[in-house]
């Protein structure tokens, strides 16, 4: 049984994550930058750095959100990134964030579903997402389908939180997760779920050595996973 944000609900997960970001999306970025004491945004730009090399013209961003990832990903001066999420609530802030920044001939955002992604194959330089994979409904249709998207010889960027593993921040980061967070995101996003969801979910994520054996399986080749402060987040790597 997978980890939904509303278990009173018949609908299926995908409906209920894409329900739960449109009610949070207009707090989302306040939220993720006060809940994490701002360390999201240097976890975004050390992964993209693993993408330094490849000087990658074209990016997909899945799970784009507000498009954070998609703008930590300009600073490796590509001509077009595409940012799909299953929220409209989410893609409407990122949009008019697009707007405010001016980066909106840059960076476009569309409706668009991981598990179905309505690009051909072999398209993409490099396929990013930060933070989503662990929304995903059926974890390794998505994972197939980026690799579907992606050039040969392309590369994935996956970053996602991770349980620590040793003492004492192993302790720490369960109360924090359990107590501290859920309280503060409930009284500023309103949404009583959400934010009991979220260490829900990383729980029950196939994170470290797990991660890497789905990334195989599905066809990524050299993969790596680096974790980051403590093992609180990871960055996941594969090649097709
Ligand atoms: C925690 S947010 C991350 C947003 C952004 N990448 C960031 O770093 O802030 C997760 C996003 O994943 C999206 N999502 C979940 N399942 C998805 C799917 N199957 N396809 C596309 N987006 C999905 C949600 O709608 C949500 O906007």
Known sequence: ????????????????????????SKN???LNHVLSLGIDI?????AIKM?????PKLILDIATGTGDFAIEALALKPEKIIGVDISEGMLNE???????KKLDHLIELQ??????????????????????VRNFENLEKGLADMYRVLKPGGKTVILEFSTPK?????????????????QIGKIVSK??????????????????????NILERVGFKKTQCKTLTFGISSIYVGIK
């Open 1 to 24: 049984m997978s980890v939904v944000p509303y278990k009173n609900q018949k609908e299926g997960k995908k409906q209920q994550v894409a329900n739960m970001f449109n009610n949070i």
């Open 28 to 30: 989302y970025d306040l």
């Open 42 to 46: 240097i976890w975004r730009k050390k």
């Open 51 to 55: 993408l330094q090399e490849d000087k």
């Open 94 to 100: 990122g949009r008019k964030k697009m707007k405010q």
């Open 111 to 132: 409706m668009g579903d991981s598990e179905k992604l309505l690009f051909e194959e072999n398209k993409f330089d490099a396929v990013i997402v930060s933070f989503g």
């Open 166 to 182: 040793k003492f004492p921040m192993k302790q720490a980061y369960s109360f924090y997760f359990k107590y501290i967070l859920p």
């Open 191 to 212: 949404d009583n779920s959400a934010y009991t969801y979220l260490p829900e979910s990383v729980k029950a994520f196939p994170d470290g050595n797990d991660f890497i």
